[in-house]
């Protein structure tokens, strides 16, 4: 006999059937409306990537999910931190591994937990996360900047370096986002493979496996800091991740070394 159908089941298909049909007749233009998104202004919001040209400060940029390279090089990249709950282990293993990583900073933390770093950061590189983790692609370039401004302020007080990349909260970019790191000077970073605590919950050897199986010569690596206790697949994760990349021949690099290194093989 059939496996009975719910009647929430049944409205919530017979939606998205009602819904297909109406995009069909009307076309994608309508659906911002239709669920609640407003329409992108031509100009002063988050959109625009080209309503000011005084921001404007190079001819392009770079926004990179891996450097093309047929070198055995990979960056490793960790998000949302300063925290006291895993960076200091992060960094403690790094060091045991002596390799390098990106760290992409949030402002607010570095402002509170800014002596998690101070005097470790060694080899690594920092890059700007953003001031609290807002969702940038929804602000307006003005905000933007000023957001961004805030956060690499405090990491070159508190920290002594100087970001000259950046990586917006969840990869979401806007037009007003790509505006303003232009007027900044920074390179956007996002990356081509990930940590994916949720699928290797308890099984950090699988995470890492995962990884060292996939990750190809200038892949950029996301992981995290900062979160629940899911981290610590990540953190767990690393011994054999490096292993495993060495045994294939790859270094570990920070982004910026990864960049600079295609750019001088490739002159």
């Known amino acids: 006999m059939g496996k009975r159908i719910g009647r929430r089941a049944l409205f919530r298909g017979a939606g ?3 819904s297909g049909a109406a995009l069909g007749a009307v076309g994608a233009s309508e659906i911002p409306r239709w669920f609640g998104w407003d329409h992108p202004p031509l100009s002063g919001g988050y959109a625009a990537a080209a309503d000011d040209q005084s921001a404007v400060r190079s001819s392009s940029v770079n926004v990179r999910y891996f450097v093309e390279t ?3 090089l990979v960056a ?10 895993y960076t200091p282990m992060f960094l403690d293993v790094l060091e045991d591994l002596g ?10 933390n570095v402002r509170d937990h800014s002596g ?8 690594h590189e920092v890059g700007n996360h953003s001031w609290a ?3 940038l692609a929804t602000m307006d370039r003005a905000a933007i900047q000023e957001d961004l401004r805030r956060t690499h302020a405090v990491i070159q007080d508190e920290l002594g370096r100087t970001p000259v990349l950046m990586r917006p909260p969840f990869g979401h970019l806007g037009g007003s986002t790509v505006l303003a790191a232009d007027s900044m000077g920074y390179d956007l970073v996002l990356w081509d ?16 496996r995962d990884l060292v199986e996939t990750v190809r010569p200038g892949s950029i690596i996301l992981a995290h800091d900062v979160g629940d206790k899911r981290r610590l697949v990540a953190l767990r994760a690393l011994g054999d991740l490096v292993t495993g990349l060495k045994a294939r021949g790859f270094e570990f690099v920070t982004v910026s070394d990864l960049i600079a290194d295609v750019s001088v093989s490739v002159s």
């Open 76 to 85: 490793l990249t960790f998000d949302d931190g300063p925290a006291p709950q």
């Open 116 to 123: 998690l770093l101070r005097d470790r950061l060694g080899r």
């Open 133 to 135: 983790h807002r969702d």
């Open 70 to 72: 047929t070198r055995p």
């Open 99 to 108: 390799i390098p990583a990106t760290f992409f900073l949030v402002g607010r």
């Open 193 to 208: 493979r990930q940590m994916h605590e949720r699928r290797f919950t308890g099984d950090p050897a699988g995470q890492a």
């Open 16 to 18: 998205f059937a009602i």
